[in-house]
């Protein structure tokens, strides 16, 4: 259900109702898409299932793009808790080129998470594209894919040379505009897409001791970086360098990565953290990334009042509720997750676009 990279525990307590995961799947800030009707394109999103030489590795997901009819969309309302994404299903792309922006959802996340800000993007001239990680999603959990995190920045490589070598989607991309945004976990996973690397040596000297970073549960947990073999691959940088900017959002494990490789960072980096720190401590998540990044090269904003799930999608008024009733501990995805998270998403949005529009 939601994307998480927090205490191992609580992540388990709040990912495991499936019917819910299924229910939040396009939730968005509808209150803010219906009011802007001079957006200049519409919505349209598809399936896509890349095709390249790893099919023990299959990947699946959702492609977002501009449509020529800004007045063409829907919103499949099914969901008691969650609001939908404005979508065009039978929507065609406009013409021209288009920046393509991949996303990663966090732990035990799926491709619906960040709907929101995918369909959003799109009515601005932005194509998305967004895939389930194998062994870390919703409905692909797997201990041995887990293990292997190194496969989460690699997974979206191959989603870009997919989608720019062999999809039908390659001549309406920009190759000099491809982006990587991912949130919790995601935004892990697009920090090493964009140079971060893992530090073997500093995750055995943080992860040891009492009152642990997150991180270290959830590694832990997995079993990551246990042998000789995963320790050389968690440690190989996944660097793609197609990523012209990243957005962080709201990531967990920095205190794992490699202070020298943060410190080499030669792209922008938007790095957006919750002001409410609900769920990770932002001293040692994004403040601290902000810190070990070149200044130059990086725009850090701690969002206020923002908690960890208001990059995910908006709750229905009488969500919290539901949940309450229903799944005892999941309603906390839906603190502050109506009007308010309207109001951070619109912050978010701006603060995106800004950032990619320079």
């Not at 769920?279 to 070990?292: G, V, Y």
Request: aromatic share 8%.
């Amino acid at each position: 259900m939601p994307s998480l990279f927090f205490r191992h525990r609580l992540a388990q307590r709040l990912l495991l109702p499936a019917a819910f995961v299924v229910a939040c799947s396009l939730a968005v800030n509808a209150a803010q898409a219906d009011s802007e009707t001079a957006l200049p394109f519409g919505p349209g999103v598809a399936k896509i299932n890349v095709a390249d030489e790893r099919p023990e590795r299959p990947l699946s997901g959702d492609i977002w793009f501009p449509t020529p009819t800004p007045e063409r969309h829907s919103r499949s309302d099914k969901s008691k808790v969650w609001q939908m994404a404005l979508a065009d299903t039978r929507g065609t792309v406009a013409d021209g080129t288009f920046p393509l922006v991949v996303v990663s959802h966090g732990m035990y996340g799926n491709t619906f998470n960040q709907a929101w800000l995918a369909s959003e993007l799109a009515r601005r001239g932005y194509v998305v594209a967004m895939i389930n990680h194998p062994g870390t999603s919703t409905f692909l959990r797997d201990a041995d894919q887990a293990r292997e995190l190194w496969q989460r920045p690699v997974d979206l490589s191959r989603l870009i040379s997919f989608l720019i070598d062999k999809s039908e989607y390659a001549p309406v991309i920009d190759r000099n505009r491809i982006y990587a945004a991912g949130h919790s976990l995601g935004g892990f996973t697009v920090m090493m897409l964009a140079g971060a690397e893992f530090d073997n040596a500093r995750y055995r000297t943080v992860c040891d001791g009492q009152d642990l970073p997150v991180a270290c549960e959830v590694l832990s947990g997995w079993s990551v970086a246990e042998t000789k073999d995963d320790q050389a691959e968690m440690a190989t940088s996944r660097k793609d360098d197609r990523i012209s900017k990243v957005i962080s959002l709201d990531l967990g494990g920095t205190p794992v990565f490699s202070l020298d490789s943060l410190a080499r960072f030669d792209i922008p980096v938007l790095v957006l953290g919750s002001g409410r720190a609900d769920m990770l401590n932002q001293e040692i998540e994004s403040r601290a990334l902000a810190t070990a990044l070149p200044g130059e090269k990086v725009k850090h904003l701690e969002l206020p009042d923002a908690g960890h799930f208001d990059f995910m999608g908006v709750c229905k008024p009488e969500g919290y509720a539901i949940l309450e009733e229903h799944e005892p501990g999941d309603e906390i995805v839906c603190i502050k997750g109506h009007r308010e998270r309207q109001s951070q998403h619109q912050r978010i949005l701006k603060e995106i676009l800004t950032f990619l529009d320079k």
